[in-house]
């Protein structure tokens, strides 16, 4: 955003910050949800290279296709723990899982 444009919001009373400001987390929290996201956004840049649709996925998982889907958008019902396994069935090397996270 424009530096001007942001001074004159904030003199009329708005309020700049990032997510964890806005839901006021704790750093363990944000880097609880930043870990998260990324194991995410892995899951579905990994789905898609290996040219797996979201229903073979979860075939593999044994689980639903809307459950693959809120895994990639890391939907806050989805474990940690479901998120890895989905990653390792997928084929990804613990190294190349553990600069995911």
């Known amino acids: 955003m424009n530096p001007e444009k942001q001074k004159r919001l904030e ?7 990032n997510a964890a400001d ?5 750093p ?5 949800v930043e870990m998260k996201l990324s194991l995410a956004k892995s ?3 990994t789905r898609k ?9 979860a075939e593999k998982l044994h689980t639903s296709q809307p459950r693959v889907a809120m895994m ?3 939907d806050p019902s989805v474990s940690l723990d ?6 390792l069935i997928l084929g990804i ?3 190349k899982l553990a600069v995911a996270v």
């Open 93 to 95: 090397p613990p190294r």
């Open 82 to 87: 479901l998120l890895i396994r989905a990653l």
């Open 43 to 45: 899951l579905e840049e």
């Open 49 to 57: 290279q290996k040219g797996l649709t979201q229903k073979t996925l």
């Open 11 to 17: 003199k009329a009373g708005w309020k700049f910050g």
């Open 22 to 26: 806005f839901l006021n987390l704790t």
């Open 72 to 74: 990639e958008k890391g």
């Open 28 to 32: 363990d929290e944000q880097a609880y």
